[in-house]
């Protein structure tokens, strides 16, 4: 199973980027699927989540601005970020709990990342 991110890049303070994600390979079923961020020196830290039925959670600091959707058939996730700030600037990782086969545990798996610069 891989996870592969896409669409980072540089964006100027109160801009909007698009973030995709694709899982590929053996997969029987995803549960939840999320992004988490890491900037320099700090902490890998959650974003925003959705879990299969829909449901979304998102970290305080992007409510509001940020939103994250799937894909189901497609086995995708996507986060649309509005009204970027400086403080947006990070790594992007995507996630998700994948199962391979009905026996199978949850996986979790990680993108690659992907550079998110916000230039104010």
């Known amino acids: 199973v891989q996870l592969q991110a896409f669409g980072g890049g540089l964006v100027q303070a109160g801009g909007s980027l698009r973030l995709s994600c694709a899982a590929s390979g053996i997969i029987f079923s995803i549960n939840a699927m999320g992004w988490y961020r890491q900037a320099p020196g700090k902490q890998r830290e959650l974003v925003a989540t959705?879990?299969?039925?829909?449901?979304?959670n998102y970290a305080d600091s992007v409510k509001g601005r940020f939103t994250i959707s799937r894909d189901s058939a497609k086995n995708t996730v996507s986060l649309q970020m509005n009204s970027l700030k400086s403080e947006d600037t990070a790594v992007y990782y995507c996630?998700?709990?994948?199962?391979?086969?009905?026996?199978?545990?949850?996986?979790?798996?990680w993108g690659q990342g992907t550079q998110l610069t916000v230039s104010s």
């Open positions: 996630n998700a709990n994948i199962k391979t086969s009905p026996a199978a545990g949850n996986r979790h798996s």
């Open positions: 959705i879990i299969s039925g829909g449901s979304t």
